[in-house]
């Protein structure tokens, strides 16, 4: 079975700090690793994922995720944070050989940057 | 833009009146998602068609139905609304390939009064 476990309800972080944003994932065999962004009333918005290669992963609005097989996780990161960024963060897997089978979700976390 | 359209943004309903939801997509893909979402929470998968082939999940209630015309328009059908289904309600696109990403709608808030 798939698994995505995110630690963190809340993040806080200072505007201007590095942000970190938890998660690890249980799969059988090779993830397929997504994170999304949801801003309050609105849909959930594709920030990047990784499929393969590379361990570091860059996406929209200055954020990357780095993919540790050996600790089975795949954080969050941006170097400094905007207030902006504040909004609720879900991280996704898919098992590469599982088909077209859905995503699982994280229980999400909520960031809030502080100015 | 190719994207996800999701109508009405904001529905109100009374309880037991049927509501219908509708999503439509332009980006051609094969496979579509209906969530239900509760506050701050993740989103819970309902249903999901890969092409024409319906997939219900186990624990979806009996009172929630989807229909698929064609590739572009999916809809939620509520059959009677009960206080418990106010919820975000989320659909979602993707192309077929097990790598490719979701596409979300913004989303219908419903309002069961």
């Known amino acids: 079975a798939q698994s995505v476990a995110q630690p963190e309800d809340q993040v806080n972080v200072a505007e201007g700090n590095p942000l970190t944003v938890k998660c690890t994932y249980s799969v059988s065999g090779n993830p397929y690793l997504f994170w999304y962004v949801q801003y309050p009333n609105r849909g959930l918005q594709f920030l990047l994922k990784y499929i393969t290669g590379d361990n570091l992963v860059k996406g929209s609005y200055g954020f990357e995720a780095e993919f540790n097989k050996s600790q089975t996780s795949f954080h969050l990161k941006k170097p400094s944070a905007l207030v902006s960024d504040s909004a609720l963060y879900f991280c996704?897997?898919?098992?590469?050989?599982?088909?077209?089978?859905?995503?699982?979700f994280g229980k999400g976390t909520r960031l809030s940057v502080i100015a | 833009d190719a994207m996800v359209i999701q109508n009405p943004r904001y529905q109100v309903t009374q309880f037991g009146k049927p509501v219908t939801l509708s999503c439509s997509q332009t980006?051609?893909?094969?496979?579509m998602y209906w969530y239900q979402q509760k506050s701050s929470q993740a989103p819970k998968l309902l249903f999901h068609y890969y092409d024409k082939d319906f997939n219900n999940e186990a624990d979806t209630p009996d009172n929630f139905q989807s229909r698929r015309p064609n590739t572009s328009f999916c809809f939620l059908d509520i059959r009677s609304p009960g206080l418990g289904d106010a919820a975000m309600y989320l659909c979602a696109t993707r192309g077929g390939l097990p790598m490719d990403e979701q596409f979300f709608g913004p989303g219908t808030r419903l309002t069961v009064l």
């Open positions: 980006l051609n893909h094969n496979v």
């Open positions: 996704a897997v898919r098992e590469a050989s599982s088909g077209n089978t859905p995503l699982v």
